[in-house]
DNA sequence: TCAATTCTTGAGTGACCGTTCAAGAAGGAC
DNA sequence: GTCCTTCTTGAACGGTCACTCAAGAATTGA
């Protein structure tokens, strides 16, 4: 756990005091960000992130408090880069539940097998295999894909109700359908399934939508 | 790398010589099967093993080598399990590709979910993270996936061939659609989905069988 | 200038990792 | 009974794990 938290409430000026940190705060994150979402949570051990950052194991527990916590900041910084926030574009833009749907699978298809970053959804792999001890890492990524799943149930709630989808359309087995073909475009884009393959995956997967291919 | 390849080409009798192993082989490995499939290859300490196997450390190694050839054998078995086997099976089984891969994702659903063992798919799920050092371990799971990708291809391109599929279908898009909806509905059962989430999802995967639902 | 504060450094913690080995126990062959 | 072979046992091996700490360096406030 972080002391950062002193700031909370102080007087005025901006300025801290005591030694500077010697290294850029979100520079060392992203190379914590490249490993992690490589290798996951419990294959990326903290020397392997003191040599990537560039940093010994002093500053890193100085600075972040211990590898799990630095592993929740990092996905926390994950979630609001372009990877991790197109669902939620693609649910503010889209002017329909289909146009989102069908652009949330696409732009996995494009984001999940970028060459400029690790394949895949870094909260879909990250702790996929766990030891016991690692169990809270674990549920804490399950929520979180879990809470994704719940706003895809929302909006093709939402969807229903304005008669978007036909009466007979189950927003649930709709939302975890379309979750599982998430997760699956992202293990195969691990597996090094490329932009084109995983975009026809998502054009097939986009058959499933009721009431036929006009919308 | 064992060395019970002596057995081989020897004379005869069926009685093997000197002390006789205290442990039931096929239950230990059992052991070692459940353990693996519930937390990965590297996630799995050898302690984990021989403390749920029964045996010392010195047992294990004369027994089956090292870790990854004890893994490796837990996976060959694995792969003559019923967990293992469905697929070959509904294709030996059912007459056409349409009927054989809606068996297929049926039989996932009720697999993946059965509480009798751990969720999911071993070979999916064993080493979805993995260190640097567990390389091997993760291309030996990555080439059982290609193979069984391959089979897919092959049986729908055969169909397209006997005219099961209009000739606009594309087999390899296909195929690696339905292996994407398969590593899916596993990371879905590992995140607690039940038999009818997934067999809601397996009918609307369904959906994206070309030339309408009548096949 | 000098104390207070914050960060860096390097060495080190105990615990666990996969693995090995010598010594002893348990069976068949003679 | 005495080899010979095979397995079990218990105690280790060096290495890496996540993590800590005292001492020194760099900055601010007075």
């Known amino acids: 756990m972080s002391d950062r938290s002193k700031m909370v409430g102080m007087t005025s000026t901006g300025t801290r005091r ?10 060392v994150l992203a190379a914590a960000t490249r490993l992690f ?7 990326t051990s903290v020397g392997e992130l ?14 972040f408090g211990d590898k799990e916590s630095l592993f929740r900041e990092v996905v926390q910084g994950y979630q609001q880069s ?8 693609a649910f503010a833009e889209e002017p329909t539940a289909r146009a989102a749907f069908a652009r949330i699978l696409r732009d996995a298809a494009r984001i999940y097998a970028d060459p400029e970053h690790p394949a895949g959804c870094m909260v879909i792999s ?9 169990d809270e890492v674990a549920a804490f990524l399950r929520e979180l894909r879990a809470a994704n799943l719940a706003v895809f149930e929302e909006r093709l709630s939402t969807a229903k109700r304005l008669g978007e989808l036909p009466p007979t359309a189950d927003p649930a087995a709709l939302a975890r359908y379309f979750g599982a073909v998430l997760q699956g475009m992202s293990q195969r884009s691990r597996d090094g399934a490329d932009t084109a393959e995983l975009t026809a995956t998502a054009e097939l997967a986009m058959l499933a939508w009721p009431a036929g291919p006009v919308g």
């Open 18 to 27: 005591g030694r500077p940190p010697a290294f850029d705060r979100a520079a």
């Open 37 to 43: 979402w490589e290798r996951g949570y419990q294959a």
């Open 82 to 89: 372009p990877a991790g926030q197109f669902v939620g574009l």
């Open 126 to 134: 990250a702790a996929a295999n766990v030891a016991a001890q690692d």
């Open 50 to 63: 003191t040599g990537a950052m560039g940093i010994k194991p002093g500053s890193l527990y100085a600075a």
